[in-house]
């Protein structure tokens, strides 16, 4: 991972409660992200995963993990706050930083 102050990091917060969901999408992020560093940030109370500049989660692999169907949605009550922009439909969740065209 880059280290350099400039970098900035995007992703999303889960509750610390949701703890088997978190290392699902974590696990899920390393699959739909390869070339990038997941970093997991254990608060205790929330979990912060995140990436810099950019990450993405497929709720394809968020299933395959899971090993059932699994909607986005149903991530919503778990996510207590995100880092970056976000763009999201019922296939994935893009978090970023600059406009997505």
């Known amino acids: 991972m880059t280290t350099e102050a400039h970098v ?3 992703g999303p917060v889960i ?3 949701d703890n088997e969901l978190a290392e699902a ?3 899920a992020m390393e699959i739909d992200n390869p070339d990038t560093d997941i970093v997991v940030d254990d608060r205790g ?4 995963i995140s990436a810099a500049q950019r990450c993405r989660l497929t709720r394809a692999s968020l ?3 899971l090993g059932h169907e699994f909607s986005l949605a149903e991530l919503e009550p778990s996510l207590s706050a995100f ?3 976000i763009n999201a439909d019922e296939n994935e969740i893009v978090w ?3 406009r997505e065209d």
Do not use: K, P
């Not at 109370?45 to 912060?48: L, M, N, P, S």
């Open 8 to 10: 900035r990091m995007v």
């Open 15 to 17: 509750r610390g409660v």
């Open 25 to 27: 999408v974590i696990e």
């Open 45 to 48: 109370g929330y979990i912060r």
């Open 63 to 65: 299933s395959e993990v």
């Open 83 to 85: 880092a970056g922009r």
């Open 96 to 98: 970023f930083l600059d």
